[in-house]
């Protein structure tokens, strides 16, 4: 199901391959910085990855529907009642910086 | 041969192209020609909070106005390891909207994960619905300039909401963000209109009608100052007769329909100055800068819009069966077409004064209470429409908002029918319950505002005022009636108002002996 999603990846998918690119690209997506020769050995390696994942190609799923999850399990709800939350205090434990009992961050949106 | 042949195809192909070309060219010129007959195109996104009492996937309560991040747990913070389950009134919420937006439901839907990064999103993603959302192909109906028209609903789906961002207004303010999670994770329903206004009044039409559906159907508060009710909005502009829609600006960050509106307006001069310059617009997202009163290019330090969609692995897919459908079909609440119908049956309210009434779900239930105090149902829906919604769209109260409760307003009619004031002393007595908040008894004994009933205390002032104008008084013997009026004017007026205006006019009458 996920390679039918996004055209970009069924392709390379599909020829058991991705490039230099698409490696730069999801880089970017995942906020990592990679040197030209990370770049070089993660297209080996993520080539070699998906080319063993090529193998589910082989299966027959003539037949078989498309599914999200691999459990089979439908309507897990919780009923809508409030219950206790964590102190301020403790979730801001783990925050690097805070202030005024806010998680403190990098302003990121610039106008104009 | 083959050579040939292909040759020969080439050829056609060219020959196609400039076909093409010259083509375009005309109907460019056309279109420059037709500039000025311009059509907006607007679609718009509605993102209202629902009325839960705890967030979509955990159990953190969803009160507003607690202070930061107090409403917070592992799953709303996205503490790795941490499962989200769905709260099941936020998902029958989400029917509820779809189904009286006349969509059809999804038996089997599924959450999404959408990817980016964003310091309010703290799982770096946002459970969303992509692939198979609640519900699709509904339709709403607004009253635009030339009559009933047919918005289309692209989707209806469910998602939770992100943290909020507060910029510290002081010092190095630009430097840095302060994020408070407690909105993390609230549910959220977003509406997606099909681009079918055409016109900044189209948009209004739309989103009054859809806050008030919304209320209607108790699924969302719809408070704006609460960030209850959030729009994005898609123009473009096109020839008027082209059926070919130009580039599209989305425009964010848009907290009420006022803003949502003149971000609209101003957006449709503002493309219709580049196109009619001969310039192209910019496919781009845009932010209301409300102080400037204009729309600006969003930058970010984000890069290309990559979602990465994919299916929520934490979460089992949703079976929506028929019956269960039927079933919340059944429970939808009174809507605003039921509920008119019924003041006019109920209560004998004109058409018209039904409509108002109705027409903000929270206006209806004032009125109903104010009549469950006190039955007088034409007289409760007069002040209403007059004295009350004059200061909610003054003030910008919602009903529920207003110093003057439905409980204030049921006594005040309750204390004018048992005449212990008049009318013109009522609205002195409202305007002094809007002030203070008092209830109208105790602001009628404070002030002394009763009305005088005893007949001697009137008869005093009757000729009192008799004595003064005894020529009026003489011309009313000679057979000028009309002069009464005058005379009863100057004796309101002696009294302050208070005299019971009936026995005033049955003394005088007897006193001048007509």
């Known amino acids: 199901m996920m390679t039918a999603m996004n055209p970009r990846m069924s392709t390379s998918m599909s020829e058991g391959r991705i490039n230099r690119l698409e490696i730069q690209h999801v880089a970017?997506?995942?906020?990592?910085?990679?040197?030209?020769?990370?770049?070089?050995?993660?297209?080996?390696?993520?080539?070699?990855?998906?080319?063993?994942?090529?193998?589910?190609?082989?299966?027959?799923?003539?037949?078989v529907s498309c599914t999200s999850h691999s459990i089979n399990m439908n309507n897990v709800f919780r009923e809508d009642v409030a219950t206790p939350s964590l102190t301020a205090e403790d979730a801001l434990a783990n925050a690097p910086e805070k202030e005024l009992n806010c998680f403190k961050v990098p302003q990121i949106i610039q106008e104009g | 041969m083959k050579n040939e042949k292909r040759k020969m195809k080439n050829e056609k192909r060219k020959m196609k192209n400039e076909k093409r070309k010259t083509e375009n060219e005309k109907r460019k010129n056309e279109e420059r020609e037709m500039?000025?007959?311009?059509?907006?195109?607007?679609?718009?996104?509605?993102?209202?909070?629902?009325?839960?009492?705890?967030?979509?996937?955990?159990?953190?309560?969803?009160?507003?106005?607690?202070?930061?991040?107090?409403?917070?747990?592992?799953?709303?913070?996205?503490?790795?390891?941490?499962?989200?389950?769905?709260?099941?009134?936020?998902?029958?919420?989400?029917?509820?909207?779809?189904?009286?937006?006349?969509?059809e439901i999804t038996?089997?839907?599924?959450?999404?994960?959408?990817?980016y990064y964003y310091p309010d999103l703290p799982k770096n993603y946002q459970i969303s619905q992509n692939y198979a959302c609640l519900g699709y192909n509904g339709w709403i109906e607004i009253s635009s300039g030339k009559g009933v028209k047919r918005i289309g609903i692209h989707n209806v789906h469910l998602e939770e909401d992100a943290g909020k961002n507060i910029h510290p207004e002081s010092g190095d303010s630009k430097e840095y963000s302060l994020v408070d999670l407690n909105r993390a994770g609230m549910p959220l329903i977003e509406i997606v209109s099909a681009p079918d206004m055409n016109g900044a009044n189209d948009a209004m039409a739309y989103m009054t009608i859809m806050k008030n559906l919304l209320q209607y159907l108790e699924a969302s508060d719809c408070r704006?100052?609460?960030?209850?009710?959030?729009?994005?909005?898609?123009?473009?502009?096109?020839?008027?007769?082209?059926?070919?829609?130009?580039?599209?600006?989305?425009?964010?960050?848009?907290?009420?329909?006022?803003?949502?509106?003149?971000?609209?307006e101003y957006e449709i001069e503002r493309q219709k100055e580049v196109l009619e310059s001969g310039g192209e617009v910019d496919q781009e997202t845009?932010?209301?800068?409300?102080?400037?009163?204009?729309?600006?290019?969003?930058?970010?330090?984000?890069?290309?819009?990559?979602?990465?969609?994919?299916?929520?692995?934490?979460?089992?897919e949703i079976h929506i069966t028929p019956e269960w459908r039927e079933e919340i079909r059944k429970h939808l609440p009174e809507l605003q077409g039921q509920k008119r119908n019924r003041f006019i049956s109920q209560y004998g309210l004109p058409e018209y004064d039904a409509s108002i009434l109705t027409g903000n779900k929270l206006l209806a239930d004032?009125?109903?209470?104010?009549?469950?105090?006190?039955?007088?149902?034409?007289?409760?829906?007069?002040?209403?429409?007059?004295?009350?919604?004059?200061?909610?769209?003054q003030k910008e109260w919602e009903p529920d908002t207003c110093p003057v409760t439905s409980a204030h307003m049921g006594n005040l009619i309750k204390l004018m029918d048992e005449g212990v004031i008049s009318g013109k002393i009522g609205k002195q007595v409202f305007s002094e319950m809007l002030d203070t908040g008092k209830m109208p008894g105790?602001?009628?004994?404070?002030?002394?505002?009763?009305?005088?009933?005893?007949?001697?205390?009137?008869?005093?002032?009757?000729?009192?005022?008799?004595?003064?104008?005894?020529?009026?008084?003489?011309?009313?013997?000679?057979?000028r009636n009309k002069a009464m009026g005058f005379l009863v004017g100057e004796i309101m007026k002696k009294s302050r108002g208070k005299a019971n205006p009936k026995l005033v006019n049955e003394i005088l009458k007897k006193k001048i002996g007509v």
């Open chain 1, 28 to 63: 970017l997506l995942s906020r990592l910085h990679l040197t030209e020769e990370d770049i070089t050995e993660h297209t080996v390696i993520l080539n070699r990855i998906l080319e063993y994942f090529a193998k589910l190609n082989e299966l027959d799923t003539e037949g």
């Open chain 2, 35 to 103: 500039k000025m007959d311009l059509e907006p195109v607007i679609g718009i996104e509605i993102h209202t909070e629902l009325s839960t009492k705890s967030k979509i996937f955990c159990g953190c309560s969803t009160k507003f106005g607690s202070s930061p991040n107090t409403q917070t747990c592992p799953v709303c913070l996205g503490m790795p390891g941490s499962l989200p389950v769905l709260n099941k009134t936020a998902l029958e919420y989400t029917i509820r909207t779809a189904l009286a937006l006349h969509c």
């Open chain 2, 107 to 115: 038996e089997h839907t599924t959450f999404d994960r959408k990817n």
């Open chain 2, 224 to 264: 704006m100052q609460e960030g209850h009710l959030r729009f994005e909005v898609n123009i473009s502009l096109k020839p008027k007769d082209s059926r070919r829609l130009g580039t599209r600006v989305e425009i964010k960050n848009l907290n009420s329909m006022k803003v949502a509106l003149k971000s609209i």
């Open chain 2, 286 to 316: 845009r932010l209301w800068d409300e102080a400037a009163g204009i729309t600006r290019t969003m930058r970010t330090k984000e890069f290309a819009q990559d979602y990465r969609y994919f299916p929520e692995p934490d979460l089992v």
């Open chain 2, 366 to 393: 004032y009125y109903e209470e104010c009549v469950r105090i006190h039955s007088n149902p034409k007289t409760a829906s007069n002040w209403i429409m007059t004295e009350l919604l004059r200061e909610l769209n």
């Open chain 2, 442 to 479: 105790e602001i009628i004994r404070d002030k002394g505002l009763a009305q005088i009933t005893s007949e001697d205390e009137i008869s005093g002032i009757v000729e009192a005022v008799m004595k003064e104008n005894e020529g009026t008084v003489e011309a009313i013997r000679g057979g």
